[in-house]
């Protein structure tokens, strides 16, 4: 499975307490090569989870890939930052759909899906999302 991982599907893998944690264990079983990610989002799963150990930790078992560069992509996340600033979007939500833009055949691991289903790639472009069912 091609992927970006969002901070939610991190954050429901590593705490048993979390709703979505056992989607998130299915999830996992089904990961062939890592999802990838942003700074943005391993930095708030790791305040989420209180362990950047954790975190760090999916990077060296390769469950996760940093993909992403900021300072390349500022242009584009000032830009996507202007057009959603009426939801108020954090610095990983704009870089995860600016990881969707260049990466357009990976599917986006979020349990946001409220603001995913507004967001738009390219202006225009569904992202393509994987969420837990609804309860």
């Not at 893998?13 to 089904?30: I, M, P, S, V």
């Not at 975190?55 to 584009?76: G, P, S, Y």
């Not at 946001?112 to 609804?134: A, S």
Request: aromatic share 8%.
């Amino acid at each position: 499975m091609k992927a970006i991982a969002d901070t939610g599907f991190i954050v429901a893998y590593g705490n048993a307490g979390d709703r979505h944690h056992g989607w998130a264990l299915d999830l996992a079983k089904t990961i062939t090569e890592p999802l990838l990610t942003c700074e943005p989002v391993l930095a708030e799963a790791a305040f989420h989870l209180r362990s950047c150990a954790y975190v760090l930790a999916l990077i060296k078992n390769e469950m996760l890939r940093v993909a992403f560069d900021c300072t390349r992509n500022l242009e584009q996340l000032q830009e996507l930052a202007g057009r959603y600033s009426d939801r108020q979007p954090d610095l990983a939500d704009l870089c995860v759909i600016r990881m969707s833009e260049i990466y357009p055949r990976h599917v986006v691991v979020t349990v946001d899906e409220g603001d995913f289903r507004i967001y738009r790639r390219n202006k225009r472009e569904v992202i393509p999302l994987l969420c837990p069912p609804l309860p």
